[in-house]
């Protein structure tokens, strides 16, 4: 019995860490992808023009969210960020989803793990599902409810001296905080967080001059660092749970849960059972993809495994966040609304995918135990690119942090010190990060030159006159 219950763990260990090495790279590079949007696509006036319940609003609220981070914590903080601002609800629960839900990590680890029908499904069942909660919400929304809440909220957080960290969203912290020039006090959640708005605040230069810098690249794996603080844990815990799942819940378990064979009842009752399952499941963001992986394996129906992965954003972890942000009326709300579009959505997609004949066939090829997830093949190759750019981006992160500080390149924003390249423009000496930048600083003096090369114990940037 100890022999079997053994095996078992280290076939679950196998499983789990198979899938874990299969998407690898694909988690990796849809991380990077990730971070270059969310380092060079503005998103200062977001708050301004999703406060409008428009569809044109809507559809922005969407592209914004997939622009966005995968994390479920961090997106339900950026939401509550722009709702404070003014946000409609209807646009900050769809930047939710869309953030955790049609990101491009997401799309490749369903690709690779469940399949083409369950990556378009994904997409596709996504932006119904967006479109569908929008329509619930303006009709069921109680009068008042969230412009009370959010002018609580607000009041809340002032109170207690809580402030968003301007370049992330995140809640900021007081040993993370700087006074800028104008006499206004800043909180960072981190000190990756304040360094970015330091570089950013002392950079003069377009995308294209920061991406041929250490500078460019040094907020690229700052972001990089930043989307993998919030999801490493979740993907850990799913991939590892799908393992134990797949090899120690019985198959009676599934067939009493998930109702078998075909028709509307079977479907709609998947659906409802997926999203409750994921409610239960307390695994987010991307680790719900190889859990789906189980449940799918377990002969759980389209239905109820796609509403499955549009529902990590109301577990039970969630749901407390909800809670302590905007009170119970509206977490049970948001429960409501969302539990509601993701169980009609996973139902409206298997229906739709039987009319065109596309449902994946669960009987055609290896099971999960069956597979054998280390080999030298294309997937080994990919990992070794993948795990080599992660490295290159920690060291720049690494690099950029530690650097000694006591100048500034005005190109990129980046630290340096007087080792590097350097020139003299109109009396005042400026360093650099790279050749790149001087050569951007020598073909564009006067657009970089108002960017003073000291830096202050604030962050900003000074000149020799001011020591």
Known sequence: MQAVLVDGILESLRIGVGFLWTAAWAIIMGLVITSLVQVYVSKERMANVLGEGDLGSLAKATVFGAASSGCSFGAVAIGKGLFKKGAHAVNFLAFMFASTNLIVELGLMILILLGWEFLVAELLGGVILIAVMAVLVHLTLPENLFEQVRQELNQRDHDQGITEDPTCGMEGKDEYSLVTDGGETLKFCSEGCMETYQQE??????????????????????????????????????????????????????????????????????????????????????????????????????????????????????????????????????????????????????????????????????????????????TFYLNILAFALSGFLLYVYRRGLGAPGQYRDPVCGMRTDDRGPSLTHDGETYYFCSDQCKRSFEKRPSEFAQQHPHVSETGSSQSHEDH
């Open 201 to 378: 605040a002392a950079s003069s230069g377009g995308w294209r001059d920061e991406l041929l810098s250490w500078g460019g690249w040094y907020k690229v794996g700052n972001q990089y660092r930043k989307e993998w603080s919030m999801i490493w844990t979740d993907i850990i815990a799913g991939f590892l749970i799908s393992g134990f799942v797949i090899v120690f819940v019985p198959q009676w378990v599934w067939n009493t849960l998930f109702l078998q064979g075909d028709g509307l009842v079977v479907s709609a009752e998947n659906a409802i059972m997926g999203v409750a399952i994921a409610v239960l499941s307390f695994v987010g963001s991307m680790g719900n993809v190889p859990f789906a992986v189980a449940l799918w394996g377990g002969g759980v129906s389209f239905a109820g495994v796609i509403a499955f992965v549009y529902a990590d954003l109301i577990t039970i972890p969630v749901l407390n966040v909800y809670r302590k942000y905007y009170g119970w009326k509206v977490m049970l709300y948001i429960l409501g609304i969302f539990f509601v579009t993701m169980a009609f959505t996973g139902f409206l997609m298997e229906e739709l995918f039987s009319v065109l004949g596309i449902v994946p066939n669960l009987a055609g090829g290896q099971t999960a135990s069956e597979q054998t997830y280390f080999e030298l093949n294309y």
